[in-house]
């Protein structure tokens, strides 16, 4: 290679790298979506809060449903809990997942704040999160009758991105369609 | 009236950045003095107008006018008014303002103080730094106007500074950082000017190094005063967390330290040029791509600016224009005939070189590391984070390559060295530093192999600076005389590595010893950790300026002596309700004690607890403060400013423009 177009290489490179940065301005980087989307909740066997049960994947599915990953150690489940709560009034059921938390703990959180959950799923240890891939709570999955997943939200739930973004899909899994 | 006044200054400043970019460069074309002797005059007048700017904007902030939208959304009427100054750069418009007075700063100062430096280069370096400045100012105008207004509907009160910023730290933080990103800017005008005249000498290296050496050390004080304020400020102790933001602080660092040392190869021996050119560029197109990933959004990170695509595709064309054109002038211009002066392998040259390799893959692999996420998914390839593991697994050992080469660098010669005289100047140092590091880690009881193999290389490098400095003062014979010959670029050099030797010992103590407890405590309880009880005294409620917080007050004892009182909090701040967590610390050359405050739990007045025991943590800061005294120090240097009688004459250009 003569030693004058050595000298390109440092420009080709760049070239490179900003036609990368060019195609980074479309992309959102804080988009996640779960490696799961549409396909079936994992399977799993673990103990249900505060009964004297054992949960599976049967045994939580056959009706369209929210599953909110949620503990008492992150502030912002706190701050979706009474959304939450609401929308189990209005009849939307929720399961919970009771995510890297106390058994004790998160008893005394549903007895002072109320349960908005059907069931809760104690996953003490994080497996069910590990397999469903959970970032961090709260995080909220829409799961159809069949027990796929169908949509996955990072964030806390509230009136805006329910309205906006749940609400829609939900409509349609009642009906029985796929988003 | 205030706001529109720092407007009009804003267009202002940016039509003088417009003629300085292009009247002294055409003047410099065409050989045109009248032309070339406007640069300095519109350099001042640059930094005038942007002052008034942003003493507009830091009136606006002052006096809570939240008609002005920037002030409506990061300050409050209830903020410390040292906050209130401070929020104008807690924010992209505001600190956008900030970047582009510190640039203007540069320019003026660069004017000002280069009456040694030929018409003709002066011409050109400020023309580039006009070029430089038209880029900031109209993105901040066009894009991200801090002078916005909210009107007719002006808000009753602001949303208030982010809490996370309400803090002393935060006040310096970024006005540091952005003189070391900007100050690289003076350098990448030089590299600029020489291609285009097409004189890569001494000369210009000489020209350059001191503004370099300055802006790394306001590039290392930034980033260690960035680390700090995390380890404080975010309530878990650690120091340095591989984020994108850190990182795009970082690479300009590193390409730094690879510049300022190549920088003295071709100022002392005139070899390694176009390399030096092509690391001037790269360090300050390292600031650039910076800017680009904090402000783009095309990144996660948890301290990037609101981010907008208009805004990420103007600085992306900006980066192209900067960096693509100086990239090709590069490859058009830089000689390609290698210098004839040569150097043996074993030689200064040759450690210095060695030092660029390893801080140019450091800075590379950052880079990877920093963009792969960007890759794969622009890639298709899916979602993925590039964390600490990776980052670490490469940089350490990077480091610990770098630091045998150090201890010799500073005893070494210049051309020509051998090395049985290395082998005998530096046996002693050697084996003395294996020795430190075979015992001084017994001294903290545990014995941990990493602690001792960074006291033996630290070791290593103090000793080699020490046998250097004793050489260089005459071995001791008349040790004050000895002393008064050591320039001030020895001082800052020996400074430097000195700093470095720190902050390897307290990298490495600080991970390998640092113990941490989680506990849930209630008043009356107490808790040992590393032979401290932590006695948890009283649970109580204070009030601050614009918070409200829980406070935990502690005391430490060793044995039956009381050695701190630590009082951590857990602060709500009323104008956004945000939750903060306010450490509480025992700094300590040797060690650290460290107290925050998790969650309440339960009735009774408990809380989770976090409790640390951070041996030497502060080397590290210690460090990068050597580090940046040092890089100051060097600029103090006489011969930097001994050339005025001389290049006074050629100062009219005619002399020197028919040469170059």
């Known amino acids: ?141 829409l799961v159809d009758a069949q027990g796929v997943i169908r949509y996955r939200h990072v964030g806390v739930v509230d009136d805006r991105v329910w309205k906006t973004l749940l609400e829609p899909i939900y409509q349609q899994l009642l009906q029985g369609g796929s988003p | 009236m205030i706001p529109e006044i720092g407007h009009f200054a804003l267009i202002m400043a940016l039509a003088l950045a417009l003629i300085l970019a292009i009247v002294p460069a055409w003047g410099a074309w065409c050989r045109n003095v009248a032309a070339m002797s406007l640069a300095p005059g519109l350099a001042m007048g640059l930094l005038f107008f942007v002052s008034i700017s942003f003493v507009c ?30 929020a104008l750069w807690g924010n992209h418009e505001g600190s956008l303002l900030l970047w582009a007075l510190i640039l203007c700063a540069w320019t003026a100062a660069v004017a000002l103080f280069s009456s040694q430096l030929p018409l003709l280069v002066l011409s050109r370096v ?7 400045a038209v880029g900031f100012l109209s993105f901040s105008l066009l894009t991200s106007n801090p002078f916005e207004r909210l009107l007719p509907s002006i808000p009753s009160d602001g949303s208030d500074l982010n809490p996370l910023l309400q803090d002393p730290g935060l006040i310096i933080h970024p006005p540091l950082l952005y003189m070391g990103y900007v100050g690289f800017s003076v350098a990448f005008a030089f590299a600029i000017a020489a291609l285009l005249g097409g004189r890569l ?36 102790g650690g120091w340095w967390f591989w984020d994108p933001v850190e990182n795009a602080s970082f690479m300009p660092w590193l390409a730094g330290t690879a510049l300022i040392h190549s920088l003295a190869v071709t100022e002392k021996r005139g070899v390694f040029k176009s390399w030096t050119v092509l690391l001037a560029i790269f360090a300050f197109s390292l600031s650039l791509l910076g800017t680009f990933m904090v402000r783009s959004g095309v990144l996660t990170s948890v301290h990037a600016f609101a981010t907008d695509p208009a805004r990420g595709m103007f600085i992306l064309l900006f980066l192209a224009v900067v960096v693509g054109g100086s990239l090709t002038l590069y490859a058009l211009r830089a ?54 593991p990776y980052f670490n697994a490469v940089f350490v050992p990077l480091m610990a390559l770098l630091a045998p080469f150090m201890g010799l660098g500073p005893v070494s010669r210049f051309k020509r060295d051998t090395l049985p005289r290395w082998t005998s100047e530096l046996l002693v140092p050697a084996v003395a530093a294996i020795a430190c590091g075979l015992t001084l880690p017994l001294l903290h009881g545990e014995y941990n192999l990493w602690v001792a193999l960074a006291v033996t290389l630290a070791g290593w490098l103090l000793l080699g600076l020490l046998k250097d400095l004793w050489f260089r003062i005459g071995g001791g014979r008349d040790i004050p005389t000895g002393l008064r010959r050591i320039t001030p670029s020895y001082w800052g050099m020996f400074l430097a590595h000195l700093g470095f030797a720190a902050c390897v010992i307290g990298v490495v103590a600080t991970t390998q010893y640092s113990l941490e407890r989680d506990l849930k405590m209630s008043p009356g309880e107490r808790e040992e950790l590393a032979g401290y009880e932590y006695r948890f005294i009283e649970l109580a409620a204070v009030r601050g300026p614009n918070f409200v917080a829980d406070e935990a007050r502690f005391e430490v004892w060793s044995g039956s002596e009381l050695v701190a009182r630590l009082a951590p909090q857990k602060r709500r701040y009323l104008a956004t309700g945000s939750m903060m967590t306010e450490a509480a610390i025992d700094p300590g050359l040797f060690r650290d004690l460290y107290v925050a405050m998790g969650e309440p739990i339960g009735e009774e007045g408990a809380w989770a607890i976090r409790l640390h025991y951070k041996p030497m943590v502060r080397w590290m800061w210690l460090g990068a403060i050597f580090m940046g005294i040092g890089g100051i120090l060097t600029s103090f240097d006489k011969r930097y400013r001994t050339q005025r009688s001389t290049s006074r004459s050629s100062a009219t250009g005619a002399a020197h423009a028919t040469q170059a």
């Open chain 1, 1 to 141: 290679m003569p030693p004058r177009l050595k000298l390109f290489l440092p420009l080709i490179l760049f070239a490179i790298l900003a036609l990368f940065l060019l195609r980074g301005l479309e992309l959102d980087p804080k988009e996640l979506p779960s490696a799961l989307i549409d396909r079936p909740l994992p399977e799993f066997s673990l103990p249900a809060l505060g009964e004297e049960k054992t949960l599976n994947r049967v045994s939580v599915t056959g009706k369209a449903a929210l599953f909110n990953v949620w503990a008492t150690w992150c502030v912002s489940c706190r701050v979706e809990h009474p959304y939450l709560q609401q929308l189990a009034d209005n009849g939307v059921p929720i399961y919970g997942i009771n995510y890297k938390d106390e058994n004790a703990a998160a008893l005394k959180w549903l007895d002072e704040l109320g349960n908005p959950y059907l069931a809760n799923i104690v996953d003490a240890q994080g497996t069910l999160g590990l397999d469903l891939g959970v970032y961090g709570a709260p995080e909220t999955y």
């Open chain 2, 57 to 86: 904007l830091a009136y606006a902030f002052l006096q809570d006018d939240f008609s002005v939208k920037v002030v409506a959304s990061n300050s409050n009427s209830l903020l410390p008014p040292v906050y209130k100054f401070s």
């Open chain 2, 335 to 388: 000689p390609t005939v290698s210098s004839r002066v040569g150097f043996s392998w074993v030689s200064r040259e040759s450690l210095l070189l060695l030092n660029n390799v390893v801080f140019l893959v450091a800075t590379l692999t950052v880079l990877f590391g920093t963009l792969f996420p960007l890759i794969m998914d622009a890639l298709a390839q899916g979602k993925y984070s590039v964390g600490p």
């Open chain 2, 126 to 132: 400020l023309s580039v730094m006009g070029g430089v």
């Open chain 2, 201 to 236: 000498d001494a000369a210009w290296a000489r020209w350059s190094r001191p503004w370099t050496n300055v802006a790394w050390a306001f590039l290392s004080l930034g980033i260690m005063l960035g680390s700090w304020w995390a380890y404080y400020e975010l309530g878990w």
